[in-house]
């Protein structure tokens, strides 16, 4: 997929289509997303962020393809491969480092709010699916 699809309710797209290079993927942006704050980053090897935190949102990271390691305010550093995932307080200092020898790709998820709960309602017709215990 290269460009952005949008329909009656709903968006797709692919990082790809969203820049080239090094740095932000306004994934908000492109998707139309209003209920939080979605961005990815392709951080290149032995590039680093500084030290930041946030007024309000928590924050989720989602490691997508690379090596990211995360350091916090309170001096412990964690490292974090395809899959991981961190969750952030507003006020957490964090800063990320790519200690990898190819590009880190992550998305950050940030909000503030609460959860709402599982709000999800089967279509007329269908029947609900019941996560399994």
């Not at 309000?56 to 990211?68: C, D, M, P, R, T």
């Not at 480092?97 to 790709?105: L, Q």
Request: proline share 5%; charged share 30%; no cysteine.
């Amino acid at each position: 997929m290269t460009e952005p699809a949008k329909g009656d309710g709903y968006a797709v797209a692919s990082l790809d289509s969203m820049g080239d290079g090094p740095g932000f993927r306004k994934i908000r942006r492109e998707l139309d997303v209003t209920e939080f704050g979605v961005n990815a980053i392709v951080m290149p090897p032995e590039i680093e962020s500084g030290f930041h935190f946030h007024e309000k949102q928590e924050e989720l990271y989602f490691v997508h393809a690379g090596e990211i390691e995360m350091e916090f305010g309170d001096g412990t550093t964690h490292r974090l491969g395809p899959g991981g995932l961190a969750r952030v307080d507003a006020a957490t200092h964090r800063k990320v480092r790519n200690p990898g020898d190819s590009d880190a790709v992550y998305v950050i998820v940030g909000a503030k709010g609460g959860y709402v709960g599982r709000d999800g309602q089967a279509a007329e017709g269908e029947e609900r699916v019941q996560p399994s215990s």
